[in-house]
C-alpha cells in the first residue's frame, strides 16, 4: 500500500514530480507477478475512479499542504493548518486508509504485506500509526517503509534554522512522534539523493544509518522516450492562442526547454537571462517554458520575459507527462538550473527522451549527469539578487551555445541519453529493488535476551536482586540517552519502593539531567511517597530540575486523576507525545510486579484493571478511605519501552503465569503488559517455574512456512506444537479444516489430500462416528463403543499419518451434555497416554453444551480445562447454537436469537478459560447451520467475528485476542469463509461436503459400471464374463476415496491452506 502526498496527472490536473513517481511505483508494482498494490493520495480536484479499484483520491476541500516550496497547484503550507486542522487531518487520513485496506483486503483474500509512505513527514507517522493500529487489530505482518522527497527535509532544515517563515513546529514534533527514532516505527527509509541521507540523519540521528539507503528514480520508458517530434510539424500544437499567431513569422528550427514549477530556487529568471543573450546569436532558436505557479509568480516570471524583450520564448503552463515527452523529444537541450535540486527526475526525463541536459552543480544531480549525457554550469552565490541571477544566465547561455555548436542532441551526447537511462533509471529496477529490500528489512534481528516471546515481549535472567537493581540502571540510561538523541527530551514514569530505590546505582552523567521529565505510575494522595523516593534516589543525586518532577496534587481522587491525565496530554510533543489511539506515551515505564501479578496500583481483577480498553490514562482509586491514582494499563501499555522487574522464588508461579499468557488476563496484571518494546527482568528464582517448562512460543508472525515452527514433524501433533500451528493459521490468515472421518477409508482419503499439496489438516470424529468407527454392533448404553471408537481411530491415526509427511492434529467433534460418558473416556485415554509418552493421544477435545444455560455451558467447560491443561490438551468450547442437524442432533426449529452470540458472551468465556490456559478455541454462533441449504435460508453474520474480536482486543490491548471456529461450513460462500478467516477462524468444520463427495465416487462408480454390477457373473461383454473386478470393494472404495480427496484439497483451498 503506498501512501502518496500529491496528487496524479489525471481528469486534467497537473502533477508534481513526487505525485509522477508515486503513480509510475504503483503502475510498475502492479505489473510485477505476483505483487498487488494499491494507493491513495490527496486532491482538491480529483475523484476516485469508478473501473479502478486499486488507489483512491483522500479527497481534500483546500489545496493539498505543502512544506516549504511552492507548488503549481498549491501555495497551502502546512504551518498555516492551526494544530487542530492538522490533527484533524492525520486522522482523517488514517481511518480512510484503514477502511480502503480493510476493503482491500476483503477483496484480495489476504492481508498487506508492506505500506510505503511518501515524504519523511504526515504520512510517514500516519503510517507508523496504522502499522500499530492494525497490530492492535490482530494483523501483525504489515511493516513500514518511508521514501524520502527532499521538501519536507528542506522544511525541517529551515525550521532548524530559525527561518522566520518556518517557526519550529514539526521537525520537534516529528522527532516526539518516534516514526524515525528506530526501526519499530519504520522498518527502512529510502532517498533520493545522496546528499539527503546525511540530512534526513541530520534530523533524526538515532535511525540506523544501514536502513537509509539511496534509491535511484525510475522513469516510464513507455512515455518518456524519442518520439519523432520535430519543431516545424509539432511545436505549434501546445502553444497558445495568441503564440500560434506569430509562430510562423519567426523562423525557428530549433527550441530549447524548461520544466519546473515557478519557484526562486528552480532559477527560471536565470534562463530568460540567458535567453536574453542567445536569442542574438541563434536567431532560430526558440525557448519553451513548462509549469506553473501561484499567479503573481506567473506574473513575475512573464513581465521578465517581456521587459528582457524576448521574441522567442513561449509559456506553455503545466502539461501532462505525455506533452513533456513530445516537448523533449524535440528539443535540443533541457534546461533546469535549480539550486539544491532535491534529486532532479526531470533530467532523467529529459535523457529517456534523447536530450541532453544543463543543470547547475548542486543537489542531486551532480550524483548521477555525467558530461557524457550533459553538464553541470559551476553555482553562483549570488544568485538571488538580480546581479548574480544574470551571471548565473551568462553562464547557462555559454554552455547552451557549446551545445548547438557541438550538436550535443544529434552527435556528442543525446546517442547515450537512452541507453544511460535503460541501464540505470527504469522504474521497473527500482521497485525490483525495493521490493527485495522491504523483504530482507522486513526480518528485524532478533535482540539480545534470553527469552524472546512470539509477542515481542524480551525475558532478561539476571543472577540476584542486585543483577536486577544494576539491569534497571542500563535500561533507563539507555532509554534516556535513545530519547535525547533521537527528540532532545526523556521523559519516564515511575512507582516507588525497590524499582526507584534501584536508581540509587545511577552513575553521574550516564545521561543529561536536565532533559529528563518525571512522572508517577502510582501515587497515594497526600502522602506522596513516590514523589519523595524519587527525590532522594534519582532527582536530587542527579539534579534534575524539579519543575520537570511533575507531583501529583491534591485533591478527591477523581480531580486528581482528570488534572494528572490533562498534565500528560499538555506535554510538549518531544516530551509526551500521543500513540495511534490518543493515548500518551512516554519514552519509559519502570514497574515492579507483586506476588500476585499487581503493577503499580492495579490489582488482579480489580475495577482499575477492567477499565482496560476505555480510552482513560489516569484512574481514581478509592478503597478503604484511602485515595490514591494511578495510570491504566492503556498507558503503560502506550509507552516506547516498559520495563518489568520480578525477583525471589515467591514470583516464580506468577512470572510463569504472565510469561505463558499472549493476551493477558485480569487476574494477573502483569500478563497485560505489552508495549512496543517490554522487557522482564528476572532473577534464577523467580523464572524457574517458567523455565522448568518454557513455554513454546515461537514468533510464528516471522515465519513463512508452518514448517519452520521448531519441532513441526509429520503425524500427529499435540500440546504446545499443535498450538503453536494454530496460532501460525492465524497470523498468516489461514485456516484449518476438520473433516469428520468414521472409518478408516475417510481417514486415509483426507490424510492423502493432505500431503498432495503438503499441508496440514485435522481428523475428528464425532460421537456417532466414533461408534460407527468400532463396529454399530456393540452395546453403547454407557458411550464406551464411542470411547472405544474415538480411541482406535486416534491411534490409527497416529500409525499411519507420518507416512503422509503431513502434521495432523486429531480432535473429538459435539459433545453435548449427554455424551458427556463418551468425553470423561476419551479424557481418561489421554491422561493414561500421557504418563507414557509426555503427551496426550489427542490433540484436542470439543464440548458443545451451547443448549445450555450460558453460566452453566461456561462453568462445565472451566471445570474440564482444569483437567485438559495437565496433560496439555486444547479445549473447543462452543456458545450459541449452530442449526440444522448434526450426529443426531436436531437444531432446526431453534429460534434465530440463539443463532448469533454476542461479544458479551464471548468475552465471558475468555475471562472465565483464560486464567487457567491458554489453549482454548470458542465456536461462537454468527448464523452457522450444518448441512447444505438454498442461497438465502441461511444468513451467515461473519462480521461479527469482527466485533467479537474488537471487544476484547480494546480490553486486553491486543489484536484478535480469541482463536475461532467455523461450525457448520459445509455449502458456505467462499467470501463469507474468506472473512471469517480475516477475523480469527483457525478451524473449520467440513462433514456435509465430504460425506456427500464421498457417496458421490461411489454412485458415480456405479452409473458408469451398471451393467457390470447386477450379478457376479454376467455383464455387457457376455453372460458368462465375471464382475469381481468392478464389485471388489477395494474398486468403488477407492472411488469413493479419490472424490474425498478432491473435496478435501477445494476446503483447504477455500480456507488459503495451501502454498
Request: include cysteine.
Given at each position: ?27 510498475t ?8 498494490c ?12 469508478t ?33 487542530d ?30 505500506l ?17 493500529r ?23 532544515i ?23 527514532n528506530?526501526?519499530?516505527g519504520?522498518?527502512?527509509v529510502?532517498?533520493?539523493?545522496e546528499d ?23 522513469v ?30 519567426l ?11 515557478f ?78 535540486e ?7 526525463e529529459?535523457?529517456a ?31 538571488r ?47 525490483s ?5 522491504m ?14 516471546l ?7 535472567i ?9 539491569a ?34 545511577l ?9 529528563v ?40 481522587p ?22 495511534y489511539?490518543?493515548?500518551?506515551s ?12 499487581h503493577?503499580?496500583s492495579l ?35 502506550s ?19 504472565a ?28 523464572i524457574?517455574?517458567?523455565?522448568a ?44 479444516p ?10 486415509n ?53 507420518p507416512a ?20 470423561d ?13 509426555g ?43 449452530t ?44 448464523g ?25 482486543g ?20 467462499k ?27 461411489i ?14 457373473i ?12 468392478y464389485y471388489?470393494?477395494?474398486?468403488w ?14 476446503s ?8
Amino acid at each position: 500500500f503506498h501512501i502518496g502526498t500529491n496528487n496524479w496527472q489525471r481528469q486534467d490536473e497537473f502533477a508534481p514530480g513526487s505525485g509522477i513517481l508515486h503513480a509510475s511505483m504503483h503502475d510498475t508494482f502492479n505489473s510485477m507477478p505476483g505483487v498487488k498494490c494499491y494507493s491513495i493520495y490527496p486532491s482538491k480536484v480529483q475523484t476516485s475512479p469508478t473501473d479502478d479499484h486499486t488507489f483512491r483520491v483522500f479527497k481534500l476541500d483546500h489545496d493539498i499542504p505543502i512544506c516549504e516550496s511552492v507548488s503549481p497547484n498549491s501555495s497551502y503550507r502546512w504551518h498555516s493548518m492551526s494544530e487542530d486542522q492538522f490533527t484533524a487531518y492525520r486522522k482523517r487520513l488514517e481511518n480512510e486508509i484503514c477502511a480502503f485496506m480493510d476493503e482491500a483486503e476483503v477483496r484480495e483474500g489476504r492481508e498487506f504485506d508492506y505500506l510505503i509512505s511518501h515524504h519523511a513527514f504526515t504520512n510517514a507517522m500516519t503510517g507508523a500509526q496504522i502499522v500499530e493500529r492494525r497490530s492492535r487489530e490482530g494483523k501483525s505482518k504489515l511493516k513500514h517503509f518511508n521514501f524520502v522527497h527532499g521538501t519536507a527535509l528542506k522544511m525541517y532544515i529551515k525550521e532548524a534554522e530559525q527561518d522566520p517563515e518556518y517557526p519550529l513546529r514539526f521537525l520537534p514534533l516529528a522527532q516526539g512522534h518516534g516514526v524515525f527514532n528506530s526501526l519499530h516505527g519504520c522498518a527502512g527509509v529510502w532517498v533520493n539523493s545522496e546528499d539527503y541521507i546525511l540530512k534526513f540523519l541530520d534530523c533524526f540521528g538515532t535511525y540506523p544509518k544501514d536502513r537509509c539507503v539511496f534509491s535511484r528514480i525510475g522513469v516510464n520508458q513507455k512515455i518518456f522516450c524519442p518520439k519523432g517530434t520535430t519543431v516545424e510539424k509539432d511545436l505549434e500544437k501546445y502553444l497558445r492562442p495568441e503564440d500560434k499567431a506569430r509562430l510562423s513569422g519567426l523562423g525557428l528550427k530549433r527550441v530549447l526547454t524548461f520544466i519546473g514549477k515557478f519557484a526562486d530556487w528552480k532559477r527560471l529568471d536565470a534562463v530568460l537571462y540567458a535567453a536574453e543573450l542567445y536569442e542574438k546569436t541563434f536567431p532560430d532558436l526558440g525557448t519553451v517554458v513548462i509549469g506553473s505557479g501561484p499567479p503573481e509568480a506567473v506574473t513575475q516570471y512573464e513581465g521578465l520575459a517581456k521587459s528582457l524583450g524576448l521574441q522567442r520564448i513561449f509559456f506553455i503552463g503545466s502539461q501532462s507527462q505525455d506533452v513533456l515527452a513530445d516537448v523533449l523529444s524535440m528539443s535540443e537541450v533541457g534546461v533546469f538550473p535549480s539550486y539544491k535540486e532535491p534529486f532532479g527526475m526531470v533530467f532523467i526525463e529529459c535523457m529517456a527522451c534523447g536530450t541532453p541536459a544543463i543543470g547547475a552543480k548542486s543537489g542531486g544531480p551532480t550524483e548521477f549527469l555525467k558530461d557524457a549525457q550533459g553538464f553541470l554550469i559551476d553555482e553562483e552565490d549570488d544568485w538571488r539578487v538580480e546581479a548574480g541571477a544574470r551571471r548565473l544566465g551568462a553562464k547557462v547561455s555559454e554552455t547552451i551555445t557549446k551545445a548547438l555548436k557541438e550538436d550535443w542532441k544529434g552527435k556528442t551526447k543525446g546517442p547515450s541519453c537512452v541507453a544511460f537511462v535503460r541501464e540505470n533509471y527504469s522504474t521497473m529496477a527500482q521497485c525490483s529493488t525495493m521490493l527485495s529490500e522491504m523483504k530482507s528489512w522486513s526480518r528485524l534481528p532478533r535482540p539480545t535476551c534470553d527469552y524472546l516471546l512470539s509477542d515481542g515481549r524480551k525475558v532478561k535472567i539476571l543472577d540476584d536482586e542486585a543483577g536486577i537493581a544494576g539491569a534497571v540502571c542500563h535500561e533507563f540510561i539507555a532509554a534516556a540517552n535513545h530519547a535525547i538523541a533521537a527528540k532532545g527530551a526523556f521523559s519516564v514514569a515511575l512507582p516507588g519502593g525497590s524499582i526507584v530505590a534501584a536508581l540509587e546505582k545511577l552513575p553521574k552523567g550516564a545521561f543529561d539531567p536536565s532533559l529528563v521529565h518525571v512522572f508517577f505510575v502510582n501515587e497515594r494522595i497526600g502522602e506522596w511517597k513516590c514523589y519523595k523516593g524519587v527525590l532522594k534516589s534519582l532527582v536530587t543525586p542527579h539534579g534534575i530540575p524539579e519543575s520537570q518532577v511533575h507531583k501529583v496534587t491534591e485533591g478527591s481522587p477523581e480531580e486528581v486523576a482528570a488534572r494528572y491525565e490533562a498534565l500528560l496530554r499538555s506535554q510538549p510533543p518531544n516530551v509526551v507525545t500521543c500513540n495511534y489511539a490518543g493515548m500518551p506515551s512516554v519514552d519509559l515505564v519502570l514497574l515492579g510486579t507483586g506476588e500476585d501479578g499487581h503493577v503499580g496500583s492495579l490489582h488482579p481483577n480489580k475495577n482499575e484493571i477492567r477499565l482496560s480498553g476505555q480510552g482513560k490514562a489516569v484512574l481514581p482509586i478509592n478503597e478503604g478511605g484511602k485515595t490514591s491514582i494511578a495510570v491504566s494499563v492503556d498507558f503503560i501499555r502506550s509507552a516506547k519501552c516498559v520495563v518489568l522487574s520480578a525477583a525471589k522464588a515467591s514470583r516464580a508461579p506468577m512470572v510463569a503465569r504472565a510469561l505463558r499468557s499472549s493476551c493477558g488476563a485480569y487476574d494477573v496484571p502483569a500478563s497485560m503488559v505489552n508495549s512496543q518494546n517490554t522487557i522482564w527482568l528476572c532473577d534464577r528464582d523467580s523464572i524457574k517455574d517458567y523455565a522448568a517448562k518454557a513455554v513454546f512460543d515461537p514468533a510464528v508472525a516471522d515465519m513463512d512456512s508452518f514448517w519452520e515452527i521448531p519441532g513441526m514433524k509429520p503425524g500427529v501433533i499435540t500440546g504446545d506444537l499443535a498450538w503453536a500451528l494454530l496460532r501460525f493459521a492465524k497470523a498468516k490468515g489461514f485456516a484449518i479444516p476438520a473433516i469428520n472421518c468414521t472409518t478408516t477409508s475417510t481417514v486415509n482419503a483426507v490424510l492423502e489430500a493432505a500431503s498432495q499439496i503438503n499441508r496440514p489438516v485435522i481428523i475428528q470424529f464425532s460421537e456417532g462416528g466414533s461408534c460407527f468407527f468400532a463396529g454399530k454392533s456393540l452395546d453403547n448404553k454407557k458411550k464406551q463403543a464411542s470411547v472405544l471408537g474415538a480411541v482406535a481411530g486416534a491411534h490409527y491415526v497416529r500409525a499411519v499419518a507420518p507416512a503422509y509427511g503431513v502434521p495432523v492434529l486429531v480432535h473429538s467433534d459435539h459433545c453435548a451434555k449427554k455424551l458427556l460418558p463418551w468425553f470423561d473416556g476419551m479424557l481418561a485415554f489421554d491422561e493414561e497416554f500421557f504418563k507414557l509418552h509426555g503427551e496426550p493421544l489427542f490433540s484436542s477435545h470439543m464440548l458443545d453444551l451451547s443448549e445450555e444455560p450460558h453460566e452453566e455451558n461456561i462453568g462445565i467447560c472451566k471445570t474440564y480445562l482444569q483437567r485438559m491443561v495437565k496433560v496439555n490438551l486444547i479445549l473447543e468450547m462452543e456458545i450459541g447454537i449452530t442449526g440444522g442437524v448434526e450426529d443426531g442432533v436436531d437444531n432446526t426449529g431453534v429460534g434465530k436469537d440463539k443463532l448469533y452470540s454476542t461479544p458479551e458472551d464471548v468475552w465471558q468465556v475468555w475471562e472465565a478459560l483464560a486464567p487457567i490456559s491458554e489453549k482454548f478455541l470458542i465456536a461462537a454462533a454468527f448464523g452457522n447451520v450444518h448441512g447444505v441449504y438454498k442461497p438465502g435460508n441461511v444468513v451467515l453474520q461473519p462480521n461479527l467475528l469482527r466485533d467479537f474480536q474488537a471487544y476484547a482486543g480494546n480490553k486486553l490491548g491486543v489484536g484478535k485476542p480469541y482463536l475461532l471456529v467455523f461450525h457448520g461450513g459445509s455449502g458456505s460462500e467462499k467470501e463469507q469463509i474468506a472473512e471469517a478467516r480475516r477475523h480469527g477462524v483457525v478451524k473449520m468444520n467440513v462433514d456435509t461436503d465430504t460425506q456427500w463427495a464421498y457417496w458421490s465416487g461411489i454412485k458415480e462408480f456405479y452409473e458408469k459400471n451398471e451393467g457390470y454390477l447386477q450379478g457376479q457373473i454376467g455383464n455387457p461383454q457376455g453372460a458368462d464374463k465375471p464382475n469381481k473386478n468392478y464389485y471388489d470393494p477395494r474398486k468403488w472404495n477407492r472411488e469413493a476415496e479419490v472424490a474425498l480427496v478432491e473435496r478435501v484439497k477445494v476446503s483447504c483451498a477455500d480456507l488459503a491452506n495451501i502454498d
